[in-house]
């Protein structure tokens, strides 16, 4: 049985979606792509919710920041976790140190591409794997029969491109002496937006496009998908209401007319790299 | 004192592995015919691999093969057999980023394993954790500060590398699928299109444009370690790492024989080595963008940024190679247009740089010429100093 494992954007989604199986969330200073909070706040989202939880601690780690890491792992390990996605390896040798008891999950969104990397990393005891959201239905397929431990996919949502330690906006607003009230930005190439955000962490940029293909999700649930990820990112709470009603009633038979619902409702959804495959060896006279 | 670092070069060929090994480099680093992170660039075949590694071997220096690319399904069904035939050409390590390939190597071969940049190794628990797997040295991020690398340094006995020089990927590597979303090409698989290069808008929460004089961009300046080589030294670092397997012979040769000099100088006489500037400027004048320290002093906000887009200077010092140099006559293959009364610096790996002016030009017929303008023209110049194959030509600046 697939569940649903919702990332909300916010506050107000985290306070009415409700129709998920699972919340994930991050902590400050210590995640990327998930909406973070503090580790106060988590703890009371653990204990007001009878919704699982999972938490993003998915940032590439200095050895500053190794002893918060360490603090809040000790931390969340007192309370019901469902599991902690993490990019940064250092939390395999943490996690067994401290042993912490809350199961670890790879998710460093452009590696997690092969099941032979996954099946090395379950040695070390992660027990799933976010898989990547840049590789074809047919190897995301492959990686679910060939793949020992449980496995997410994003299904629907922005797609996250790009993870930077750099300050981009910022720096470009220094350098220019410009000045903008504005909290959200977007960067615009060729009729397409795609989202940006500079915090604390650095900057992270978003794909143009919605990753939505019912479909897709319908192949992926008979082979045995564990847990479907929706990224709650750039929308208003009532539009993923409607979004979770949809994927939780999806099946064959009303696929392609709830895709045409929401394509009418979400003018800009593609299904990302599920049937696109990519491309690396350029040159002609490739030996 | 500590151990003498390895300098590092990377080489796009079996002549620039050549030339990096002539001009200083301990080691050189290149593609091989698959599973490597630079696609389009040239890559050595299976016999050149046997050739360079040969090459190498003859003057006591070493071959790394990178084999970094993050694979998928596919590719991880191909890789034992391609290992196989790596470690038979004579190579001295291998460069991985995929962890999963370090249980097949080592079940299946006696090769040597390095840990590719492209896993973006931070701490010390991460480099310690791939210790215990059996990997022999880690190419730190190039996020590490100053601080980061020797605590690593202090905390972990292993091999470590460092860039010191050359371009930057503006996001962590591994983490950075721009190419792959805007052009389709995979960025961890050897295809990256370099969007970070790209003009964009960036439009505020009411989609209106904030401009400045120059487009947004994710570009950033390269990176040039020149002035801390001492704190690198210091640190016992194994390795000294130029990035650019698709740069040009005379980038190599400069880049690498001045960082050979430093390390030499530094190296022989730390109480009384003395930073020289003149290297920072050849350096600056070879190079086709801005250099800083980046993230190593931990300066990397806007003065690390590049808002020229994908203008890149066109370097046109390097005016010729020597192939031949016989009774006074030396032999030169034109790079770029130079002309009789220039006034030029020839340098090799094995003399002290020679400013000559050129009084006179033949070419190949023996014909006076008095400017060289054909790409790859061989002409001959009458010159009364030792010089010998590989040495290049390059012009004089009188000023910055």
């Known amino acids: 049985m697939c569940q649903i494992l919702f990332s909300p954007a916010d506050w107000e989604q985290l306070h009415s979606c409700h129709n998920v199986d699972a919340y994930i969330v991050g902590i400050d200073l210590l995640s990327v792509n998930f909406f973070a909070m503090t580790l106060d706040e988590v703890i009371t989202l653990i204990n007001k919710t009878d919704k699982d939880i999972y938490i993003a601690l998915n940032k590439n780690m200095s050895n500053n920041d190794l002893p918060l890491l360490e603090g809040t792992l000790k931390t969340l390990n007192k309370y019901q976790i469902k599991g902690i996605f993490y990019a940064d390896v250092s939390l395999i040798p943490i996690t067994k140190r401290l042993h912490i008891n809350i199961p670890l999950i790879w998710a460093n969104e452009h590696l997690t591409t092969n099941y032979g990397t996954m099946n090395y990393w379950h040695k070390f005891k992660v027990k799933g794997t976010f898989i990547s959201n840049d590789i074809t239905l047919i190897e995301i397929m492959d990686i679910l029969k060939k793949y020992k431990g449980f496995k997410i996919v994003q299904v629907f949502g922005y797609l996250p491109m790009y993870v930077s330690k750099r300050h981009a906006i910022k720096n470009y607003l220094t350098y220019f002496n410009l000045q903008t009230k504005s909290h959200q930005f977007k960067l615009f190439k060729e009729d397409k937006y795609y989202p940006i955000i500079d915090n604390d962490i650095g900057t992270i940029i978003l794909s143009s496009n919605v990753l939505c293909d019912l479909m897709g999700f319908c192949k992926l649930k008979q082979n045995d998908l564990d847990i479907a990820l929706i990224n709650g990112y750039g929308f208003s709470a009532d539009i993923i209401n409607k979004v979770l009603t949809i994927f939780n009633s999806v099946n064959d038979n009303n696929a392609e007319k709830l895709q045409s619902q929401l394509i009418s409702t979400i003018s800009n959804i593609d299904s990302g790299f599920w049937y696109r495959k990519t491309i690396y060896k350029v040159k002609k006279n490739e030996k | ?400």
């Open chain 2, 1 to 400: 004192m500590k151990n003498k670092p390895e300098l590092l070069a990377p080489a796009g060929d079996l002549e620039r592995l050549e030339i990096a090994l002539l001009y200083g480099a301990d080691a050189v680093y290149v593609g091989g015919p698959a599973f490597g992170l630079r696609a389009n660039a040239i890559n050595f075949t299976f016999d050149e691999l046997k050739e360079g590694s040969a090459f190498a071997h003859k003057l006591n220096k070493r071959v790394y093969v990178t084999v970094n690319i993050v694979l998928h399904n596919e590719e991880l069904e191909q890789i034992e057999e391609y290992l196989h035939k790596i470690e038979a050409t004579g190579i001295d390590a291998i460069i991985i980023s995929d962890p999963a390939i370090i249980p097949i190597a080592q079940a299946n071969t006696n090769l040597e394993l390095h840990l590719s940049t492209q896993q973006s190794t931070l701490n010390y628990e991460t480099v310690r954790f791939f210790k215990e797997q059996g990997i022999k040295r880690i190419v730190l991020a190039r996020e590490c500060s100053y601080e980061d690398i020797k605590l690593i340094k202090e905390k972990v006995d292993i091999d470590l590398e460092v860039f010191i020089h050359g371009a930057m990927c503006a996001g962590y590597s591994g983490r950075c699928a721009l190419s792959n979303f805007l052009t389709d090409r995979d960025a961890n698989r050897g295809g990256c299109s370099q969007i970070c290069r790209w003009d964009f808008i960036l439009m505020d929460d009411n989609n209106r444009p904030i401009i400045g004089d120059k487009d947004f961009t994710l570009c950033s300046k390269d990176l040039s370690l020149l002035s801390y080589i001492p704190e690198l030294i210091d640190m016992d670092i194994s390795s000294f790492k130029i990035e650019g397997r698709m740069r040009s012979l005379y980038y190599i040769a400069t880049v690498v024989s001045i960082y050979r000099k430093v390390i030499d100088e530094y190296f022989s006489d730390s109480k009384h080595y003395v930073y020289n500037e003149e290297y920072e400027r050849i350096l600056r004048n070879c190079a086709n963008r801005d250099s800083v320290p980046q993230f190593f002093n931990n300066d990397y906000g806007v003065n690390c940024s590049y808002y020229n887009g994908r203008v890149e200077i066109s370097n046109q010092d390097f005016l010729g190679i020597i192939l031949d140099c016989n009774n006074g006559i030396a032999t030169i293959e034109q790079r770029n247009y130079f002309k009789r009364g220039d006034i030029v610096e020839i340098f090799g790996p094995n003399h002290e740089v020679v400013t000559y002016k050129i009084d006179k030009i033949e070419d190949e017929n023996g014909d006076l010429i008095d400017i060289v303008r054909h790409p790859r023209q061989i002409v001959k110049i009458p010159i009364n100093e030792p010089l010998e194959k590989y040495d290049m030509m390059r012009i004089k600046k009188l000023t910055n």
